[in-house]
């Protein structure tokens, strides 16, 4: 017999509380994987001025899901309201966070396990339904996507720290064939959107784009090709750089990716969370900046996609002409279709994931490596702030490039063909990569 329609809802209300307590275990257990495998002197260290200490991550995961989900979910009394400042990320540069008088590691598991058993609690209590804040579980997605986004910058603390190999994981799926480069003919998609519950203010609203056809290349650009671009003197031709480029090549002293080095035979190597590994030429190149990618597109005739063009080729579906959630349709990644959350430590090799591409044949748009655009991140037609200013507002228009897709160390819950991230163009600790584009030619359209 069918469900009458308030048992259907109710229904769907139970399937979305265990949806919701299984990617908040998911994203616990990542971080204790991450911060369990250090002894405290390591955990309290600065690894990188640019990176937090791990144990500021772990207390300002647990500070956020307090804020959000005990206090204003929940209606619940503080926890800790004395430590909210120290582990607001707007008061405190990362580089000034080691002098902070922070929670220990110890006090710190405490306080992000009381504050998980509380929220346990808001949540079963929750009615999921009603102010936006709480309708289909938003704050706690949006809670869950926050501890894997700090899952991610933790592992890319790990790969800046020195000292022998702490994580582990298994090799990913090996390559296999793919086009070189697959044609997008000109036309309407809907970017962003409006339906997907727990996508974040700046993916928002869905909205109508003119795109002119372009191609774009069926897999991100591998380090077999970077290290041609370097053979062939890019780092040595101010002419494929930007002004700004070039400047920032010179200063920092660019030769090749970060972690890089090459032996007296001329072989590549690649520092990978601790182990020296020979650099593998069918995976992705990872740890390049936005400036380092723009060279390298100029070198190869090619450029950048746009950020539209890149969404357009992972979720247009010409056959429909809707927008999907990934490029292979609407179902959650799992270990076919995609390398993300930590379950590799590494890109696999172009081609590893046929049931992951897209119907025109593009592949490893999600998962792998983070994908530079050549857009800058600006608020959509339409863009509200929600829930806070901070999430996104504060930083459009701002000194950034937008990345797409998610990478290995990139959780599910927080990748999809509409997620956008944006960092500096001279960031290279991230797990980025890129492909490239180009016009099409007039015989081509
Ligand atoms: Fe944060």
New binding site residues.
């Given amino acids: 017999m069918p469900l009458s329609p308030n048992a259907a809802d109710r229904h769907e209300t139970e399937l979305l509380r265990d949806r919701i307590a299984t990617v908040l275990a998911r994203s616990r257990a990542r971080t204790a994987v991450l911060t369990d495998c250090l002894d405290e002197a390591e955990l309290v260290a600065q690894h990188s001025r640019l990176m937090s200490p791990l144990v500021w991550d772990l207390a ?1 995961i647990g500070n ?1 899901e307090e804020l959000w989900l005990v206090r204003d979910v929940g209606g619940r009394e503080p926890v800790r309201a004395d430590i909210d400042q120290l582990y607001d ?1 707007f008061k405190h540069a990362r580089a000034d966070r080691p002098t902070l008088p922070l929670l220990d590691p110890a006090q710190a598991r405490g306080y992000v396990g009381t504050v998980r058993d509380k929220v346990l609690d808001v949540l079963d209590a929750s009615p999921l339904t009603g102010r936006p804040l709480v309708a289909d579980g938003f704050a706690f997605g949006m809670i869950a996507q ?1 501890e894997q986004q ?1 899952d991610e910058t933790m592992l890319a603390t790990h790969q800046l720290r020195t000292g022998p190999a702490v994580l582990t994981a298994t090799t990913p799926p090996p390559g296999g064939p793919t086009a070189d480069e697959i044609v997008v003919p000109a036309g309407e998609f809907v970017m962003g959107t409006d339906t997907d519950p727990w996508a974040l203010d700046n993916e928002r609203p869905a909205h109508p784009v003119h795109v002119p056809g372009f191609a774009i290349e069926a897999t991100p650009v591998t380090n077999a090709r970077y290290q041609q671009f370097i053979a062939d003197g890019g780092y040595d031709r101010p002419e494929l750089w930007s002004e700004r480029g070039w400047a920032h090549r010179v200063e920092a002293g660019l030769v090749a990716p970060q972690f890089w080095e090459r032996d007296s035979g001329n072989q590549w190597w690649r520092r990978v969370f601790g182990v020296m590994t020979p650099v593998r030429p069918q995976q992705p190149v990872v740890h390049v900046c936005w400036f380092e990618a723009e060279a390298f597109a100029r070198w190869a005739g090619k450029r950048l996609p746009t950020e539209a063009e890149w969404e357009k080729a992972a979720r247009f579906d010409p056959a429909t002409g809707t927008s999907r959630r990934y490029p292979w349709g609407d179902t959650t990644p799992d270990e076919r279709h995609a390398n993300l959350g930590q379950r590799h430590l590494e890109p696999a090799e172009v081609g590893a994931y046929p049931a992951g591409a897209s119907p025109a044949g593009v592949h490893q748009l999600i998962g792998d490596v983070w994908e530079w655009t050549a857009s800058g991140f600006d608020p959509y037609p339409g863009f509200r702030a929600f829930p806070y200013r901070e999430y996104s507002e504060v930083f459009f228009g701002g000194d950034y490039r937008v990345l797409r897709g998610g990478s290995f160390g990139t959780d599910e819950v927080a990748c999809r063909g509409t997620f956008r991230n944006w960092d500096h163009p001279i960031r290279r600790q991230i797990f980025a990569g890129f492909r490239l584009a180009r016009d099409l030619r007039a015989d081509e359209h």
């Fill in positions: 300002h956020q990320a926050h700090h």
